[in-house]
């Protein structure tokens, strides 16, 4: 059974940066599409980024130039690089991939 772990979360300033690591077991992870999601209290889950095997990017307008999404397919690893954070970002951060489901979760928490 695959599974994806997240980690990297935290409590940063408004204006600091955070890097969240997603690793999967399992070999089906490079010809998955890849994704973050995050989960504010009280709101629905929405994506933040998400990046196709190749490498093919994309992010709503709220972290676009903010955010930036990565992946390494040899170490089975995707990155979230957060920067300029502000207090709206903050929530349960989650890994996702296609195939894949879903990862437990990472709480970031950006204080003004």
């Known amino acids: 059974q695959v599974q994806l772990v997240e980690s990297g979360g935290g409590l940063v300033q408004a204006g600091g940066s955070l890097r969240l690591s997603c690793v999967a077991s399992g070999s089906i992870f490079s010809s998955n599409f890849m994704g973050w999601y995050r989960q504010a209290p009280g709101k629905q889950r929405e994506m933040v980024a998400r990046i196709s095997p190749a490498g093919g990017t994309y992010y709503p307008d709220s972290v676009k130039g903010r955010f930036t999404i990565s992946r390494d397919n040899g170490k089975n690893t995707m990155f979230l690089q957060m920067n300029s954070l502000k207090p709206e970002d903050t929530g349960v951060y989650y890994c996702?991939?296609?195939?894949?489901?879903w990862g437990q979760g990472t709480q970031v928490t950006v204080s003004s």
């Open positions: 996702h991939g296609d195939y894949l489901g």
